[in-house]
């Protein structure tokens, strides 16, 4: 399993994912605008991985003000967390992770600037490991919910290259192939970007788990016709009500999954659940450049100046979501989070 991030001689590297799977290339972080590029342009991407890359790259960022005075080192902090987090508004993790470092760094204002640093590096560190570990038991608590034959469909990339470990929707899959379950796993190719083309498809077949490749309009053709069981996606940030941002297309697999009777899952950890969104009609929908649908790669596929829109996530409505399972169980409807 390829790693998103991590430190080689006290380097922080991401893997360039908008280069997979054909080209492996390491992009090295060396302060919070490489990492704000990097983001930006999905070198790195989904929302666990977000919310790791969003701590390292605010520390690594502030590397260089650990000789400033202490007035000047909090003001800083202020200045990259609002960079990092305005690369992209919808998954929360980003904003999780950066706003767990600094608030860490506020309650030990009284001591030296260094010694702040340093324990920001080991709260992203914790970050990193804990969210490997919220994967396994994702995994743990979902495979079992897995059907043990029929097909299973995903969208957008949920494997260890959206998190730092196992991953959220891929991770409950792969588990249930490991335990012995059969399903065929059908992927969206999603567009535009095609995370599922891409990423997820490489993901399975490293896994050596069967899977087939769709085109996103494929849905209801294979709802209908190919013993389709469960949907299972990953999410951006959940609101208190349930209602769940995810790569556009998700709302669309949702209404058909409930017009033909089948389950619909969001597999995500508890910190993509935004205590301070109510519900989804107050998320924001990050909005991409339309050249990211005109051409692929290179190659202009539309009229040039062709009017185009490129919401990246849509919302799914709690009430068409079957559960929601995170790393302390299975939620079922109605959904309140923060009662
Ligand atoms: O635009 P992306 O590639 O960052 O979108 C990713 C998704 O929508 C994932 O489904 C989501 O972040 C969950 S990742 C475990």
Redesign the pocket.
Known sequence: MIKPIFFKDNQLYIVDQTLLPTKYKLIKIKDHIDMAKAIKR?SI????ALGIAGAYGLTIGLQKFINENKTSFFKQMEIISSELIDTRPT?VNLAWGIDRVCKLAKANNFLSVDKIWNLMLQESKNIHSQDIAMCESIAKNGYEIVPEKGAVLTH???GGL??GGL??ALGVIIRAFQNGKKPHIFVDETRPLL?GARLTAWELMEEKIPCTLCTDNMAAYLMRNKSIKMVI????RIAANGDTA??IGTYGLAILAHFHGIDFYIA?PTSTIDKLTKKGSHIIIEERKGSELSRIGSQQIAPINCKTISP??DVTPAKLITGIITEKGINYPPYNFFK
Do not use: M
């Open positions: 999905l991407r989904g929302a666990p998954a957008c990339n949920t959206a998190t991953g959220t995370q996606v990953g999410a951006d995810n790569k995500a990246a996530f």
